[in-house]
Nanobody, 122 residues
Framework: QVQLVESGGGSVQAGGSLRLSCAAS????????MGWFRQVPGKEREGVAY????????DYADSVKGRFTISQDNAGQTLYLQMNSLKNEDTAMYYC???????????????WGQGTQVTVSS
């Protein structure tokens, strides 16, 4: 089992920045991929950014490319999402996720955090 706990959400003005963190615990050695997803009420959860555990390869949703950066610490225990130039449409609940097999670049993840709210206002 893997446990994930997000932090760092909050309210920010458009154009501002936030950094989300996700602390992983449990069988973290089994994790092959981690990602950040977001969801607004009434819409499907969407993938925002992904990172491959071993290689560090990353991928981003088109809507956040050039503004968001996903990274992790060397121990693989903490995942980050640096969000710059935030827009109103980035407002959502943000979730950290992890998986132990399969492609990293899809929404099929096994473990999920409880989410942290990000609100961007004009």
């Amino acid at each position: 089992q893997v446990q994930l706990v997000e932090s760092g959400g909050g309210s920010v003005q458009a154009g501002g920045s936030l950094r989300l963190s996700c602390a992983a615990s449990g069988y973290i050695y089994s994790i092959t991929c981690m990602g950040w997803f977001r969801q607004v009420p009434g819409k499907e959860r969407e993938g925002v950014a992904y990172i491959v555990g071993r290689s560090g390869a990353t991928d981003y949703a088109d809507s956040v490319k050039g503004r968001f950066t996903i990274s992790q610490d060397n121990a693989g225990q903490t995942l980050y999402l640096q969000m710059n130039s935030l827009k109103n449409e980035d407002t959502a609940m943000y979730y950290c996720a992890a998986k132990t097999s399969g492609s990293c670049f899809n929404r099929w993840y096994e473990y999920w955090g409880q989410g942290t709210q990000v609100t961007v206002s004009s």
